[in-house]
């Protein structure tokens, strides 16, 4: 009997983007036949993977900050934050470390939403560094990543608010790339020129990343 059950959680199939309310925006990798990327296997489970566990969050003081080659740099507090346009997305999340979770509803602001309220981004910005409220913890990408339709500052996970472990009150989420690039504890966005590498990248992950092209590490 157990076994019979545990066969079937291991087979069952991953939710599809087929048939899921019109309002939410659909990552273009879950229409492929095959959803795992090279390298990958798929858990049902959700790991927590971080380098050095949640930080101390005071919600009066919580700010995500963008600032950098912006028109006009921005702070909101929660209050503010949760004044934004909400947004949702089906996407899967790969992390290097070879496991991939399919199938997931994220809820909070997209990118462009938010970028929305603060002006125009210079042309010179070609990269985001993102900074985590855990030890000055970073992650850098390509902007147009950043900006991706898909994209995301998520506060909700297949309708429950997110964790501490995963990332409350809110966390970057780019489905396109490697799940270390998607932040938790999200504080700052900051637009800058030349790429630079933040903590994983520096310790010898890619600087882009992406899983269907098994970019783990290097360049
Ligand atoms: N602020 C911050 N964000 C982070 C990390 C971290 O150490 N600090 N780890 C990254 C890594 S390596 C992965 S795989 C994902 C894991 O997200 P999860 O714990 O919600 O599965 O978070 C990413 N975001
Ligand atoms: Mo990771």
């Known amino acids: 009997m157990f076994d019979l059950e545990l066969k079937k959680l ?7 983007p087929e048939g899921l309310p ?5 990552s273009p990798d ?12 798929r858990t049902r489970k959700w790991p927590i993977l ?46 290097v470390t070879r496991w991939s979770r399919l199938g997931n509803v994220w809820e909070g602001v997209s990118t462009r939403d938010l970028m929305k309220a603060v002006g125009t981004i210079s042309p ?6 993102v900074h985590g409220y855990d030890f000055g913890w970073t ?12 994209a995301l500052i998520a ?18 989420i780019v489905p396109r ?20 590498a933040g903590f994983w990248e520096r310790n010898g992950y890619h600087m882009n990343g992406d899983p269907w092209r098994e970019e783990r590490f290097g360049y």
């Open 124 to 129: 010179r910005a070609r990269y985001v560094l």
């Open 22 to 26: 019109e309002d939410i925006i659909v």
């Open 139 to 150: 992650t850098n990408l390509p902007l147009d990543q950043f900006l991706a339709e898909d």
């Open 10 to 16: 291991q087979t069952e199939e991953p939710r599809t």
């Open 155 to 172: 506060t909700h996970h297949d309708g429950e608010p997110l964790s501490v472990e995963h990332g409350a009150p809110a966390r970057l």
């Open 177 to 196: 790339l490697y799940a270390w690039k998607s932040a938790k504890w999200i504080g700052g966005l900051e637009f800058i020129e030349n790429d630079k």
């Open 30 to 41: 879950t229409h492929r036949a095959n959803r795992i990327p090279p390298g990958q296997s």
């Open 50 to 95: 971080d380098a050095g566990g949640p930080p101390r969050i005071d919600m009066e003081k919580w700010r995500l900050e963008l600032h950098g080659l912006v028109e006009k740099e921005a702070s909101f507090d929660w209050a503010q934050f949760q004044q934004l346009p909400r947004t949702k997305v089906f996407s899967d999340f790969h992390c």
